[in-house]
């Protein structure tokens, strides 16, 4: 396991900044709002020849009775438990507070060693004079960082490091499958993350918009080892008027981007609505391996024939995703959740297939026999041959003596050959025409 460092602090102290300054690239949203934050970001790190993960953690406010700072002070608790060092950030320009003295007695608590940062020394070459009241926290000395330019995050992460244990095993594991569960607002993404992982590890609740940044959750399996990536709720674009949420759209297209395997979430009281049908749509354009889940199967009145009747309504709403396997369950019982595993080996090893061009050829050479290429105004579409130019997903070229002539509806035929001979169930295949000139005599 690679070490962590946690960053805590209460509110608008500069966390997320700070996350991301020492990640180098903007993957926590940034906003002056407290709050924005919530659940615990991870991403992975590097200095002085050392890898180490890092995890951004939602302002802790003690003594809150708002359900959803309630819910920021768990998931900040539960970094905190499971850090290697902890980074407590206070801010220089509102100075020491009772908020700061409460979470450092929180912190001496935990027994974890503790690195105190002062953020927002943004000059250079004068040391603020206010530093030093930070010294009454009792947490040594305080070290003044700038998470707009930068400065001392250096030292920083050589304080941190001195609390690290040796070096070892700290390879990241290229076998990680990542998963990205994509949606509307409500229909239990957060949910299921929390049901496969066993624990509350994003922030449930029935008020929409809850979740806001691409959250990771790693995740050991007899299957293999995964990466679940929890997103935020994808709304239609003329109900978005937060500049909070734009973010984190964009967080759940990156998600989208970055994963291998997605999960398309439906709330099956509800069916495919045409939010779901445009969700879908950017997995299914990114040339993702999609998994189509039916959520909250158990609040559906049901009988022998609701299962059926519901799916035929998927495949026909989703009309372009026939490939995608659908699995109804419910995160909140649990029901049917641990066949997602199995599927999600599945999908993914179809999405990686790599065939050979003599098979692709041989496939090609019987499609033709049994249906003649298309001819226009007595010239006909002549196909020299098909390769496979890439995976995930799996991408075909074919070279043809006329792109003209290669009617759409013959190479969705092609397309069915290839899928009925070689399966490639859960991922969107891509093909390529391409024109191959004659030679002349």
Known sequence: MRPLIA???????????????????????????????????????????????????????????????????????????NATVIVFLCDIKTGLTASDQEVASMLLRARKPVVLAVNKMDQVGMTNPDIYEFYNLGLGDPIAVSAVHGHGTGDLLDACLEHFPPEGGEEIDDSIIKVAVIGKPNVG????????????????????????????????????????IDTAGMRKKSKIDDRIEKFSVLRATM?????????????????????????????????????????????????????????????????????????????????????????????????????????????????????QPPTDKGRRLKIYYMTQVGIKPPHFVIFCNDTQLFHFSYQRYLENQIRNTFGLEGTPVRITIRQKEERTK
Not at 203 to 211: D, E, F, K, P, R
Not at 212 to 227: I, L, P, Q
Not at 265 to 278: P, R, S, W, Y
Request: glycine fraction near 6%.
């Open 7 to 81: 960053i805590v602090g209460r509110p608008n102290v500069g966390k997320s900044m700070l996350f991301n300054k020492l990640v180098g690239q903007r993957l926590s949203i940034v906003e002056d709002t407290p709050g924005v934050t919530r659940d615990r970001i991870y991403a992975q790190c590097e200095w002085n020849g050392r890898t180490f993960d890092i995890v951004d953690t939602g302002g802790i406010e003690p003594g809150t009775d708002d359900e959803i700072l309630s819910f920021m002070r768990q998931q900040a608790e539960i970094a905190i438990q």
């Open 255 to 371: 998600a989208i981007e970055r994963s291998d395997v997605c999960f398309i979430l439906i709330d099956a009281n509800e069916g495919v609505t045409e939010q779901d049908t445009k969700v879908a749509g950017l997995a299914h354009e990114s040339g993702k391996a999609c998994i189509i889940v039916a959520n909250k199967w158990d609040a559906v009145e049901k009988d022998d024939k609701t299962m059926d009747r519901m799916r035929q309504e998927i495949r026909r709403d989703l009309s372009y995703m026939t490939y995608a396997p659908i699995l109804f369950l419910s995160a909140l019982t649990g029901q049917r959740v641990d066949r997602l595993f199995a599927l999600i080996q599945s999908v993914h090893q179809q999405a990686s297939l790599r065939i050979t061009t003599g098979m692709l050829n041989t496939v090609l050479a019987d499609a033709t026999v049994r249906v």
């Open 189 to 228: 993404k957060s949910s299921l993350v929390n049901r496969i992982l066993g624990e509350e590890r994003v922030i449930v609740s029935n008020m929409a918009g809850t979740t806001r940044d691409a959250v990771d959750s790693y995740f050991e399996h007899s299957t293999g080892t995964y990466c679940f």
